[in-house]
């Protein structure tokens, strides 16, 4: 339908919870992954990121897993608060030979005060 | 502020007007690129700079499209005889010469075609 591109998974924890959003990637060429952070009129951030010699990486309060076994990733946020709510992109590079950046479709996240 | 920066913000426009964008990349970035975001999805890649040169195009950026970075740092983004379906936000992003990959994105040009 016209409008399926609006519905985006959603993801509700409560604050203080763990929140973990999944990512299917689909090309085995690709070799660097970001997590993004969207807030509501703003442009993406940056969150983490990680190469695909690894398998995890961690940040503040953020830890990003990659298994290429199933082409997966998840993002996983500690102790969830409420300015974490925005929508999250995975993205991924492909080394090509070109540029390539492709980003997954997002998840909302809400944060439950 | 030395993120990276775009203006307008928003550009309400009437179908057939040409428009124009413009992103100011973070200092000393050498990549620049132009992506689309449409409601609901994730940001769809039109095209990259590296300095002055236009590296890649997308098929996404038809011939009513132009971006040009003259000088290898500011660029801008040209779409003429705008259409309805062109009413998306229009979002740049630069990289290091050091880690290219790492895009930083700048607040998006939210764009309006009547």
């Known amino acids: 339908g016209e409008n399926v591109g609006l519905h985006l998974p959603t993801l509700s924890v409560q604050e203080g919870d763990n929140s973990i959003i999944n990512c299917a990637y689909s090309?085995?060429?690709?070799?660097?992954f970001i997590w993004y952070k969207q807030e509501s009129g703003k442009g993406p951030q940056f969150i983490i990121d990680?190469?695909?010699?690894?398998d995890k990486r961690q940040g503040q309060r953020v830890t990003v897993l990659l298994n290429k076994t199933v082409k997966h990733l998840s993002l996983q946020i500690a102790a969830t608060q409420p300015g974490d709510s925005a929508v999250y992109f995975c993205?991924?590079?492909?080394?090509?030979?070109?540029?390539?950046?492709?980003f997954g479709a997002g998840t909302r996240l809400f944060v439950k005060a | 502020d030395t993120g990276v920066s775009q203006n307008p913000r928003h550009k309400i426009t009437k179908r057939g007007q040409n428009v124009t964008f413009r992103c100011d990349p973070i200092?000393?970035?050498?990549?620049l690129y132009w992506y689309r975001q449409t409601l609901g999805q994730g940001p769809e890649f039109l095209t990259y700079?590296?300095?002055?040169?236009?590296?890649?195009k997308s098929r996404l950026l038809s011939d009513r499209f132009s971006a040009e970075r003259p000088k290898g740092s500011f660029s801008t983004l040209e779409i003429q005889r705008t259409e309805q379906g062109d009413s998306a936000m229009y979002l740049c992003?630069?990289?290091?010469?050091?880690?290219?990959?790492?895009?930083?994105f700048g607040p998006g040009t939210r764009l309006l075609v009547l």
């Open positions: 992003a630069s990289s290091t010469r050091t880690n290219q990959e790492t895009q930083y």
């Open positions: 090309n085995s060429a690709s070799d660097y």
């Open positions: 990680i190469r695909s010699n690894m």
């Open positions: 993205a991924e590079n492909r080394n090509t030979g070109g540029f390539k950046t492709i």
């Open positions: 200092s000393e970035h050498n990549r």
């Open positions: 700079f590296q300095n002055e040169a236009q590296l890649e």
